[in-house]
């Protein structure tokens, strides 16, 4: 093994003109670090996890270089690798919720930095089982509903306006039955959409689950309810974690939880993980606990940025 990083890179991440620049000044930095790394580009959706499960098995730290849907793909990989190969990250996509859930902004020269520094953590996974027998696992929010909708729509558009996609979403929308089956409680009932989060964002910093901690244990859960126009104001709010508490959002804390539809005869919402469309529910999720170690800054940047900009972290719900 001729280097010590495996950076495993999407060529069309947010656009393939950015995504040559953003990988060229990735590599002026990684050089002016003098780290030693060889670089892998993907082809094909689910190379990266093929790629990164067989670098990890070589003794490869492995990096994803690109959006959410490449570090969600090679944190997979790798953990399915049972290596325990160290895994980090680049952000160069257009939300960069993954990195941001162990702290790393969207800065390509800092998260050199941070690679370079060579500090790792655990932290909680989550591990999300079809019943059509798809598992994955995932760092920030699994969901179901209506924002499962939006992904498969941003996956399948290659759409970058997050708005325009849950604008075009929501018309056609109409509310379903679910059932929530966690440890201790059963929510059962109408809901657009139901997020189990690992970490608090997705969408490119929406706090859907701002609570959550990856420290814990556990998944924190928000079954939404809000009128379809009504949930739209609240996008807005979820930019700055000022959407919790709200008396259309119910809040729970699992180890596990367990999503199907309660009539038969509705379409089965679709669930997703860190931006990934899994299939159609029902589900399972599992939280891990200290479930994988990662490259990461030693305080979370990303809070701290949150902080600055908002003058409060985004865990803190009082408002």
């Known amino acids: 093994m001729e280097a ?6 999407n060529p069309i991440a947010g656009g393939s003109k950015k995504a040559t620049e953003d990988m060229a000044f990735a590599k002026k930095c990684l050089d002016e670090l003098k780290l030693s790394y060889k670089f892998f580009e993907t082809q094909y959706a689910g190379h990266a996890i ?7 098995k070589k003794g490869y730290r492995v990096i994803g270089a690109g959006g959410d849907g490449t570090c969600n793909e090679v944190l997979h990989g790798v953990i399915s690798s049972k290596s325990n190969a160290l895994c980090g990250f680049i952000p160069m996509g257009s939300g960069n919720d993954i990195p941001a859930v162990i702290g790393i902004t969207p800065d390509i020269k800092r998260a050199c930095e941070i690679i370079a520094e060579g500090y790792s953590s655990k932290s909680d996974i989550g591990l999300a089982k079809t019943d059509e027998g798809i598992e994955r696992y995932f760092l920030g929010v699994g969901s179901q509903g209506f924002d499962a909708e939006v992904a498969r729509r941003a996956n399948e558009n290659q759409e970058k306006n997050y708005n325009a996609l849950v604008l075009k979403a929501l018309f056609g929308w109409k509310s379903r039955e679910i059932k929530v089956i966690m440890d201790s409680e059963t929510f059962e009932g109408f809901a657009n959409l139901t997020a189990v989060g690992n970490g608090g964002a997705y969408g490119g910093g929406m706090y859907i689950c701002q609570k959550a901690s990856i420290e814990d244990g556990l998944f924190d859960i928000s079954i939404v309810d809000i009128g379809k126009f009504k949930l ?6 979820m930019y700055s974690a000022s959407l919790l508490p709200h008396p259309n959002v119910h809040e729970y804390q699992s180890k596990k939880v367990r999503i199907e539809m309660v009539n038969s005869e509705d379409e089965p919402y679709l669930c997703q993980v860190d ?3 899994l299939g159609k529910l029902p589900v399972t999720y599992e939280t891990i606990k200290d479930g994988y170690e ?3 800054p030693k305080t979370n940047e990303v809070a701290k ?15």
Do not use: T
Request: proline share 0%; net charge negative; with cysteine.
């Open 4 to 9: 010590d990083y495996a950076i495993i890179h």
């Open 50 to 56: 093929e790629l990164a499960s067989n670098l990890a």
């Open 232 to 237: 739209l104001l609240q996008f807005k709010r």
């Open 275 to 277: 931006g990934e469309v």
């Open 294 to 296: 990662f490259i990461c």
């Open 305 to 319: 940025a949150f902080k600055e900009k908002y003058g409060r972290y985004f865990y803190e719900c009082e408002h």
